[in-house]
């Protein structure tokens, strides 16, 4: 019996997920991200979306602000870039599929002094094994 992937599916919908502890203790957020992951119907790829609320963020006014926090921790990385935002608002969620690389942009009502924090990547090269690769890299000094 074969099983058919829906064509989208939304989970972690009861707001617990177990990258959730790992986010804070990184970014220092003292509360708990809205985060709802989604897998489609494809081999590979993932664009997961965090929303970000202004005026929980000590003086960010504009969407821009977090698109320069990034690009500046981010420069120089092999891996990870910052990317202005789509045109039209919309990502193609396996165009990273067979690289090791993340790209995140900024989404941002600055009226509404709200932003959305996206991130696309292949999903089976940046996993645990990607990680494990990434990790000996960093401690040969590779």
């Known amino acids: 019996v074969t099983k058919t992937a829906p064509p989208l599916e939304v989970y972690g919908l009861g707001l617990i997920h177990k990258h959730l502890p790992e986010f804070q203790r990184y970014t220092g957020l003292t509360r708990r991200p809205i985060f709802v992951p989604a897998v489609a119907n494809y ?3 993932m664009i997961d979306q965090i929303g970000l ?10 969407s821009q602000q977090l698109e320069d926090v990034l690009r500046a921790h981010y420069a120089g ?3 990870v870039s910052v990317v202005p935002p789509a ?6 969620p396996t165009a990273l599929n067979g690289t090791n690389k993340m790209e995140l942009s900024v989404y941002g ?9 996206v991130a696309r990547f292949d999903n089976l090269g940046k ?3 990607g990680a494990a690769v990434q990790n000996l890299q960093l401690m040969l000094g590779l």
């Open 43 to 45: 081999y590979a790829g």
């Open 127 to 129: 996993g645990a094994s």
């Open 77 to 79: 990385s092999a891996w």
């Open 87 to 92: 045109a039209g608002g919309r990502l193609e």
């Open 109 to 117: 009502n600055d009226s509404l002094g709200q932003a959305v924090l």
């Open 53 to 62: 609320q202004f005026d929980l963020m000590k003086g960010v006014t504009r």
